[in-house]
């Protein structure tokens, strides 16, 4: 068994084991005709299911040709100019080649004795992050798996720097103020179109969905910054205190980007943390002609980015910046077998002290393999195609009878539904672009998302990939009608 082992011995099997994996992959998206094959769990799961892991085929070759079977065959590609879906992007080489190498030598970016090299790059990309966004000399941060770590990570920061600004304040008034009594207290203030993950990390950080509370958002889908004034008034006005404020920069349903500057300047006068959740917008950062939609987002004490997302990287590669790198001290913990108090004092870069993961890939290497090829102005011309690509998109849409759009994209999502002729009843309608939804993911000829606005159901185009085009929203759209219309058809026909 020692033959599978990766070193100075078995180099030769490794190169011809991952050319040939490499061969499949290749000659798999060479020939991707449509996004998936529309198989379904039922026909699937049972061929996983009955495959004996205690009995291995004890060959590359032949464990490849099973992973055909068992996924590639039916992978959704998200390279596929008719995948519309989620925020999932197609990957740019470059960073292809850096989860290769990384994957190899299997640096853990805690420590600086297991990534000598690798935890210089990650704090390279991390300033040069943090530049881009405009925070300031004393900024820091960390890569994360994604967008949900990025934001609980930023929210347990803000939580416990309002508990320690509130808790002097209070003592020095003469009035002690537990941690426990302070918790209950605290409100963190968000869009009603935000990542759910900002209620989740508020239940995980011991505050409670509760804490969290949802602003309106404007017809652009944009947070409300005048019932968030009054929300924050009556947050003191009730004795309780407003621990952040999070503001998005690319709402994961409308890519609408909150007022920035006006959160800002909220979240000073109320000396409330603000955090932007930019995991979907981050693309703008590099992008040469839209940077300014991100203008107020320097103003933030923490900031998301999920390179996944408008960078083009693969799974996983995201990040959490902060504009003062003190405040990171409140997810440090020094072990004495990892990360020893004396390790700071001498000055070694312990990724681990800003972290709340230990272990930890060394994603970053993707990011810089991308930045060394392409360079920044090529991530973001790509991420300016899509969004020209989601201006055409709406212009076709909302010219087209047969649906509806909701609002005007500002970065790449477009959100709208399927609305037949006639007087159809309104839970028919929603079913009508629900089925018309599934039929299509079943076929395999596209995949679309769907989501719920105002309680109504909706279908939405994520795009995300360059090579996607006018005509192939055109065909998604004929497709998604024809399968509403089918089903209309049919149920109409069984209630008369």
Known sequence: MRSHLLNETTADLYRRSVTEGVARVAAKLATTERPHTGISVDELAPVINGIDLDRPLGDAAAVLDELEEVYLRDAVYFHHPRYLGHLNCPVVIPAVLGEAVLAAVNSSL????????????????????????GLGPAADG??????????????????????????KKELDAGRELTKAELLPKLRIFTSEASHFSVKKSAAMLGLGYEAVIAVPVDRNRRMDTSVLALELEECAAEGLFPMAVVATAGTTDFGSIDPLPEIARLADEHSAWMHVDAAYGCGLLASPTRRHLLDGIERADSVTVDYHKSFFQPVSSSAMLVRDRDTLKHATYHADYL??????????????????????????????MTLRVMGADGIGSLFDEVIDLAAAGWDIIDADPRFEVVVKPQISTLVFRYVPE???????????????????????????????????????????????????????????????????????????
């Open 422 to 496: 006639g007087d159809v009843p309104g839970e028919l309608v929603d079913e009508a672009n629900l089925h018309a939804r599934k039929a299509l993911f079943a076929s395999g000829e596209a995949v679309v998302a769907g989501t719920k606005v105002d309680g109504d159901q909706y279908l939405k185009f994520t795009l995300l990939n360059p090579q996607t085009t006018t005509a192939d929203i055109t065909a998604v759209l004929d497709l998604l009608a024809a399968h509403a219309e089918q089903f209309l058809g049919e149920s109409l026909a069984v209630h008369r």
């Open 142 to 167: 960390i890569f994360t798996s994604g967008g949900s770590q990025s934001n609980f990570h930023a929210l347990l920061l803000a939580r416990d720097e309002a508990c320690r600004l509130v808790m």
């Open 110 to 133: 805690d420590t600086w004795d297991q990534s000598i090299g690798g935890t210089l790059i990650e704090r390279r990309l991390v300033d040069w992050t943090a530049q881009r966004i």
């Open 339 to 368: 990360n020893p108090r004396r390790m700071a004092e001498e000055r070694i870069p312990n990724q681990v002290d800003k972290s709340i993961q230990t272990t930890r890939r060394f994603d970053a290497l993707k990011l810089w």
